[in-house]
């Protein structure tokens, strides 16, 4: 049965216009992109599989500068084959919520969210892996190069410092999802279960509502841990969230961290680079601040920051090698609560 569930195209459309309105990049310095990205990406791996021990068991690092309508497409066919397991219950003619929203008010929806990411992503690992499609087009660290070239313009960035610094978080992810054996196939399973349990009931929206009005009657922040995509889920689906978000904000802190220790002796702004982007990160205003919370981005943006701090205090109680047990099995992994509060997670692992 065909995947009605969202109308992609439309998506497509929304975002490719959005991605426009963020304002072109036409400069000379575009031409140079790719084979710095080719050049810093290769090293970044070494230098990343240097400082973790992390080295990737599916060959060498590939880098590909994007523009905005390759990034888009290419998240749009990596949402399509992540989404199967729930575009298969959606299809369903019988179904009420697909009769409430529609797969047009779904692609529209997909289409705002990528359109506005799309002018500020600088770089993405490409995780999802499906054996039976094209190799080539799987396994891919992206640049996106008019953000890289409006950033380095915008902040006075060195282009070639800059470049080496992004591909050094990016290639860190690499390393953790091709790196540690289980990873991939563990953070896929948390997914597909989380949408193997979406119950596409109308009830739900109903429920969702009045969190939200009750929430805004005692001043809640009900946005905080993961915007509205939180406020249609069971208990049993944020007990699965609060998984991947400890693996997430984990990965995110670890990638952080490692760029800069990775990078010592080679990039000599990496402070800069760091100051300003935390700042950019907590800079978001109006409409878009708003748009992040709804959304569920300020939650990932968080990440980060959560990240960094689980490390300095688990790294402050056991050096690098306690860290390292996170990535000896799955059930090591913190969860959410952990990250907040990593002394659990020490004593947790301490008393295995």
Request: aromatic share 8%.
């Amino acid at each position: 049965m065909a995947d009605t569930s969202v109308d992609w195209e439309l998506a497509r459309q929304v975002a490719t216009k959005i991605g426009d309105r963020n304002g072109a990049v036409s400069s000379y310095h575009y031409g140079t992109l790719s084979p710095d990205f080719e050049r810093f990406t290769a090293q970044a791996e070494e230098l990343v599989a240097e400082t973790t021990g992390l080295v990737s068991q599916m060959g060498n690092a590939r880098g590909r500068v994007a523009d905005r309508p390759m990034w888009i497409d290419a998240n749009i066919e990596s949402f399509q084959r992540l989404l199967k397991p729930l575009s298969k219950k959606l299809v369903n003619p019988d179904t009420s919520l697909l009769k409430e929203f529609g797969s047009k008010a779904s692609g529209a929806e997909m289409g705002m969210l990528l359109g506005w990411m799309s002018g500020r992503v600088l770089g993405q690992y490409d995780l999802l892996i499906i054996e039976d499609e094209n190799p080539e087009d799987q396994d891919i660290v992206y640049y996106v190069g008019p953000n890289v070239l409006a950033i380095e313009k915008k902040y006075g960035f060195p282009p070639e410092e800059f470049r080496l610094w992004l591909a050094l978080h990016e290639c860190t992810h690499r390393a953790q999802f091709t790196g540690v054996p289980w990873l991939r196939d563990h953070f896929l399973g948390l997914v597909n279960k989380t949408l193997e349990s979406v119950d596409p009931d109308p009830e739900m929206l109903r429920d969702a509502v009045k969190r939200i009005v009750e929430a805004k009657k005692t001043g809640e922040d009900i946005f905080r841990d993961g915007g509205l995509p939180t406020l249609f889920t069971t208990p049993e689906q944020r007990e699965t969230l609060n998984q991947i978000s400890g693996m997430m904000s984990l990965l995110e802190g670890h990638g952080d961290v490692t760029m800069d220790r990775a990078g010592a002796g080679h990039v000599t702004h990496a402070d800069v680079f760091a100051k300003t982007f935390r700042a950019r990160r907590n800079s978001a205003k109006g409409f878009t601040r708003i748009f992040q919370k709804i959304a569920g981005f300020e939650a990932k943006l968080n990440q980060y920051q959560a990240g960094e701090n689980f490390i300095e205090e688990v790294e402050a109680a056991g050096g690098t090698e306690l860290l390292d047990r996170a990535w000896e099995k799955p059930e090591n992994l913190p969860n959410l609560d952990e990250i907040k509060s990593p002394v659990a997670w020490v004593n947790r692992i301490n008393n295995q």
